[in-house]
């Protein structure tokens, strides 16, 4: 589907991944608001307003406003949280919150664009301290992520100090490009979402993935390929696809068998016919 292994003597390439509803079916920061609740973070009342917004992701997307609205709404949230207990939380309820809901077919493709020697870039909307484990669980190479303020006491001061939405997407893969070598005409990028329609147009192979009305339009006008994810999986329950050093390391031990199998085969004809 995605081609042959890359030619180490071209440049490097990469595949770019939007998170929420691309790679996991729901959104990541919302996903954690019961476990904050559980840490003393947030309140019923704060719990119950996710909750509605999750709902409202998921029913038909986050329009402009809407995104800018739930931005100004999770930056007031989550000042004065302290970050290393957020970092202790997500990493306490990772597996049991985000495992279950990665899309089968993402994962797939992740272990494609891998297997093929591509690095694989996940570009969220949501906060480094959410979406950098989920990176790591995922395998992904790099995370670009929103980055909040933090003061002096440890705390999130509310204040956002770099925002990953919309052309910012498109304008930190072009750094990555230019800092790892990356040919963006063979780069891949993938997203459910119009506000992603700069990181899409940055690179030779744009993917709409279970896309909202707007990108929907958008990929058929371009005809872009459109994907349909579907099966949440649990990593553990999936059948890795081997590695290209597995399928070396199989190769060699394969050939070795059947030269030894030749060389037993050689010396029982050799003792027979003594």
Known sequence: MLGLVENHSLPRTAAFFDLDKTVIAKSSTLTFSKSFYQ????NRRAVLRTAYAQFVFLAGGADHDQMERMREYLSALCRGWNVQQVKEIVA?????LIDP???DEAASLIEEHHTAGRDVVIVSTSGAEVVEPIGELL???????TRMV???DG??????EYYAYGPTKAEAIKELAQSEGYALDRCYAYSDSATDLPMLQAVGHPFAVNPDRALRKEALAREWPI???HRPVRLKQRLPAPTRPALVAAAAVGAAAATAGLVWFASRRRAAAS
């Open 39 to 42: 840490g003393g973070l947030i």
């Open 139 to 145: 395998g992904a190479d790099r995370v670009v992520a």
């Open 101 to 103: 809901i990665i899309y």
């Open 150 to 152: 933090v003061g002096e």
């Open 92 to 96: 306490e309820t990772l597996h049991d």
């Open 227 to 229: 994907l349909d994810f």
């Open 155 to 160: 705390c999130f001061t509310g204040e956002v």
